[in-house]
């Protein structure tokens, strides 16, 4: 019985000891950051500011923003480095974000900052829509590769196209969003219903259909760009298609959480995200930063991504995603048996 | 030492002769005992645990399932809008006006979800942009939201905008109390179309696994086949990965650059095909134990006098055999029901576009962010795991003792054909299993499937990888002990007072059906109830939110059924008679607990350790929402990786699990037998 109690308060001991207060000096930032870049973004973050520790949480956009959503009332989060636009959009709407303008905000594409001042968040870089291309699996299927968002259309590619499920995914809601600006509301229905048919299956993920491609499990996959750079970058046999129409994007954001007890540093760690820095961190991996003139080529990006992203109106698609979602989901979802 | 307990009675007894020579005072007799300190101290212990039952279950439960009560609308009555046409602000409309006059929306366009938004202009008849009229627009009252573009004004003072401005203008919903939610998941068939097909997984994964399971376990306890403890072993071994790893594995073997694809034919793997091979997989060491120990307690004399009465083998099998079995088998088709239809992990890596329940709850949480919805499905899927749950204990209550003292234990006599028959199926189940997780191991090693098929360790560079790396795999032991350590005490403690406690049948039936009702709740309704409960800033028990102490909780929460009814089983053997013993020694309960039934019960309660430990480094769906920066987990890396489409990577994390669970079983083995040998001499005759 003794050691029985010795175990129960020994385990107690443990389960307290380790909690996650962030205190001065520490910030809780969440982010839907690759996670190998997280460790070079924290590296660099205190070559400057060596006092602030960051604890990063970090998960796919769904999930953390799912987290950040329930955890409204009582946040745990100081900072969101690294989250989706559209889901920023949303925080804001609920007034969960701190509004706030960097120091040097002013220096960035307008296209990357919030609308309202001071702004409530600022943007870091651009995740652009792309078609992952298998050139051995396509040969072996015998399709010649398309260079539009229409030419999706052609039976030939009946079976052999994977895209993100839009109710799942973000990356799959940025496509339906930008077809329907692109090609008008009649348009995009009547080109998803074509493109349904060719669709394979529907992934729960954004980049899983172009690690699909890059894999070879399907010949194409409609997912972004930077991924598919990835994946070349590691050997695939994979070329990076940018459609002629032109391809949505989403940014990923910076912004402070309304409520946090340690707003000066969480100032400091977005005032230093805006900075020229910051914005050449980000490019190691995203073509298109926020602060102009930074922006090397990265390997394997197709060169032409920057001219084909469209004037995306996130305001309006983030207003409209209930319905939009909804009427994808009354079409597209639960109906179809998958097919071969 | 074979008569230890006895001789710890004996101590205990000398130890305190002096306390048991007090007077004591004299009483009048009363019908009903007396209740005495003891048993005070064990109502005690039963309220502490069932209040911890309460507080880790009922309340979060509670909290999350009312949120499926929680229902959105716009009320348009609590907007006022004025226009001016060039001559001076008109009069004052309110919005609701506005619409009755336009009779754009009727009052059910008007209910949503809390994402939902109504933009103002679409209920202005003739409304152009370009015009020159000026809006402005305010909340009649406190409490009401709308937004310009993104910025949410709850103020009551008016906002002016021009035409083109006013169509940036939407208003927000808002949140009260009714069955909405319920009616449109009805009234929309892409979202009630998944019970159909959850159940139509559940009931063939059942039948297929049930039967193959039943074979299996017939062969391990009525045939002469060799290596049985060989076979035993590997069909456990599924019990040791997440549900993800089958899924992962079908997709080496059966998608489109699997090494087995032609055997698919036409059929996709991605889809129901997927779920139930997956399915059949993860849950066929746990339908095989089940029905293995059924089939373990027959009586030879069954089978001796139908033999003497010259009934055929088949007909011994149908009037012996499976009536012996029949309480085994259904409690085993109701364990496999309810882990696959509350499973999503499988569903998730292979089941394409075939929606299942427990799918739709990520879809609606993760995907849009809609927990009313997530809260509606969770309560569907609630029912049928409840039903199956219910008529399975209903059932259960029915079962009696098939043996008595007169018993003789069956003893399978060798028969050449029948044994040959029962190796080459036990053979046939060993290799696939062991196929699936080699194909798993093999696919970890490969640098890039299926274009560069050198080996390599690339795969396990997990720091590179979504979902905390190296660090996460030593959370997750870390986890695992823990778990294995507080969740054994509590269960079996929980467990020992329930069985053995006087009187209050109330309490202690209150505290059974919480202890069962776990079984029935999938994890990500359990992961998402903590949320909502544990991060609510009134609550005095949020300071554990964050921390390594909430997922320890949850985690014992999630299992506690199972370990409940295993320390429930060993404690029914031991008689009551012990206690009235102790009692007549006038022993404080808590030596005999100690000395007399830890030491018996120590088998069951290593047993529940291990499933425990097990459990802990397996499960993903209630921790995903739970982990903090210090506490990633192994499984639940490798969903990310999975997520992010590292498939090779997910196979090696999941393959480490196996590893790691694969050192503790034989741990467990060997200091079972250990502690067997010190302990539990006493069984022998």
């Keep these: 019985m003794k050691k029985l109690l010795a175990s129960m308060g020994l385990g107690a001991a443990l389960v307290m000891g380790s909690g996650l207060l962030a205190g001065a000096g520490e910030l809780t930032v969440y982010t839907a950051v690759e996670a190998e870049d997280l460790k070079k973004y924290a590296a660099k973050f205190n070559e400057d500011h060596p006092d602030i520790i960051i604890k990063w949480v970090r998960d796919s956009t769904g999930i953390v923003t799912a987290k950040l959503l329930a955890e409204k009332d009582n946040p745990q989060a100081d900072v969101i480095w690294g989250l989706a636009g559209t889901s920023l959009l949303l925080m804001k709407s609920e007034g969960m974000l701190e509004a706030y303008a960097p120091a040097g905000v002013e220096k960035l594409d307008k296209k990357f900052v919030d609308t309202s001042t001071p702004p409530s968040w600022v943007g870091m870089d651009a995740w652009v829509a792309a078609v992952c291309y298998n050139t051995v699996e396509a040969k072996k299927a015998g399709l010649t590769p398309p260079t539009s968002w229409k030419d999706l259309l052609d039976p030939q590619y009946k079976g052999h196209v994977i895209m993100p499920n839009p109710n799942s995914s973000g990356t799959g809601f940025l496509d339906v969003s930008s077809w329907l600006q692109m090609f008008g509301e009649k348009g995009a229905w009547e080109y998803m219903d074509g493109l349904h048919a060719n669709i394979a299956r529907y992934t729960h993920s954004g980049s899983k259909p ?28 994979l070329e990076i298609i940018v459609p002629s129409e032109g391809v949505g994007w989403e940014m990923e954001a910076t912004a402070i959480v309304a409520g946090t007890d340690n707003l000066a540093d969480a100032k400091t760690l977005v005032d230093w995200s805006v900075t020229k820095k910051a914005n050449e961190m980000y490019n190691t991996g995203y073509a298109v930063v926020a602060y102009p003139g930074v922006a090397k080529p990265v390997e394997h990006f197709p060169p032409n991504l920057l001219e084909k992203m469209i004037d995306n109106d996130f305001e309006t698609a983030a207003n409209n995603r209930k319905k939009i979602l909804a009427e994808w989901q009354s079409r597209y979802d639960g109906k179809s048996e998958p097919k071969k | 030492m074979p008569f230890g307990f006895l001789r710890a009675m004996v101590e205990m007894s000398s130890a305190t002769t002096l306390e048991a020579g007090k007077a004591q005072p004299e009483k009048l007799p009363k019908i009903r005992p007396k209740l005495g300190r003891d048993d005070w101290v064990m109502r005690a212990f039963i309220l502490v645990i069932g209040l911890y039952l309460v507080i880790t279950l009922a309340l979060p439960l509670y909290a999350m399932l009312s949120k499926s009560f929680n229902t959105y609308a716009f009320d348009l009555s609590r907007y006022e809008l004025q226009m001016d046409k060039g001559t001076g602000w008109g009069k004052t409309l309110s919005v609701q006006t506005l619409n009755e006059i336009s009779g754009k929306y009727q009052a059910k366009d008007l209910k949503t979800s809390s994402d939902g938004r109504l933009s103002v202009v679409s209920m202005i008849e003739g409304f152009s942009f370009r015009s020159k009229t000026q809006y402005r627009l305010r909340n009649a009252q406190a409490g009401g939201a709308f937004l310009i573009g993104s910025e949410r004004k709850i103020d009551t003072d008016w906002h002016e905008f021009t035409s083109n401005e006013f169509r940036r203008v939407v208003l927000k919903p808002v949140q009260s109390t009714g069955f909405d939610n319920f009616v449109q998941y009805f009234s929309n068939p892409s979202l009630f179309n998944s019970i159909f097909n959850s159940l139509f997984i559940a009931i063939v994964t059942t039948f297929i696994t049930i039967t193959l399971a039943f074979t299996f376990a017939y062969a391990l306890a009525r045939s002469r086949m060799r290596f049985k403890g060989l076979f035993k072993t590997i069909a456990m071994a599924p019990i040791l990965v997440p549900s993800l790893l089958p899924g992962i594995a079908l997709v080496y073997l059966f998608g489109n650059q699997g090494i087995l694809k032609d055997l698919m034919g036409d059929q996709s793997i991605y889809g129901p095909i997927g779920i139930i091979a997956g399915s059949v997989f993860f849950t066929f ?27 055929s083998k088949p007909k011994t099998f149908f009037t012996v055999t499976l009536p012996g079995a029949r309480y085994g088998l259904i409690s085993a088709g109701f364990v496999v029901f309810n882990l696959v239809i509350t499973d999503f992990g499988l569903p998730k890596v292979i089941g394409g576009q075939f929606n299942v329940l427990a799918v739709d709850i990520y879809k609606q949480v993760i995907g849009q962010q809609n927990f009313e919805m997530g809260a509606v499905v969770s309560v569907v899927l609630l029912i049928p795991a409840l039903l199956a749950f219910s008529v399975d204990r209903l059932v259960q209550k029915k079962q009696v003792a098939l043996l008595s003292t007169r018993s003789v234990p069956y003893e399978p006599k060798p028969n050449r054909r029948f044994d040959t028959i029962m190796f080459s199926y036990a053979a046939l189940v060993g290799a696939m299993i062991v196929g699936t997780l080699a194909i798993c191991q093999y696919a970890a090693l490969i640098k890039f499937w299926p274009y560069d098929l050198s080996l390599s360790l690339t795969n396990y560079d997990f720091d590179l990888m979504d979902g905390g790396g190296w660090g996460s795999f030593s959370n997750s032991i870390k986890l695992g002990f823990l778990v294995a350590i507080i969740g054994t005490v509590v269960v079996f403690l929980g467990a020992y007072m329930v069985e053995k406690a006087q009187g209050f049948s ?80 006038k022993q404080p309960v808590y030596k005999l607990f100690s000395r007399v039934t830890v030491p018996v019960c120590l088998p069951a309660i290593l047993d529940i350790s291990i499933y425990l430990f097990v459990n802990a480094m397996t499960t993903v769906s209630a921790l995903i929402f739970l982990y903090s920066p210090d506490t990633t987990l192994a499984s639940v890396a490798m969903l990310n990786m999975d997520d992010a489409g590292d498939i090779a990577p997910a196979a090696a994390m999941g393959m480490m699990i196996f590893y790691v669970n694969s050192l503790a079983r034989l741990l467990h083995h060997f200091a079972s037998k250990g502690l067997y040998a010190k302990t539990q001499a006493w069984r022998k005759r």
């Design chain 2, 285 to 311: 060491p746990h339908a095989m134990i089940i029905i293995q120990t059924s089939l373990s307690i027959s009586d030879a004399r069954l089978y001796e006098a139908s033999d003497v009465l010259g009934a």
């Design chain 2, 506 to 585: 109330i309490g202690r039936g209150i505290f059974q059906f919480l202890a069962m009702l776990p079984m029935a709740i999938p994890g990500m309704v359990l992961g998402l109830a903590y949320i909502f409960f544990f991060n609510n800033p009134a609550n005095p028990f949020n300071f554990i939110y964050g921390t390594l102490g909430i997922m320890v909780i949850c985690t014992v929460t999630h299992f506690y059924t199972v370990s409940h009814l295993t320390a429930l089983t060993a404690l029914k053997q031991m008689d009551k008679e012990f206690e009235s013993v102790s009692a007549s020694l």
């Design chain 1, 210 to 237: 172009c690690k699909l491609a890059a894999s070879g499990e399907i010949p194409i996959g409609i997912s972004f760009a930077f991924r598919g750079a990835k994946s070349k970058a590691k050997g695939a046999p």
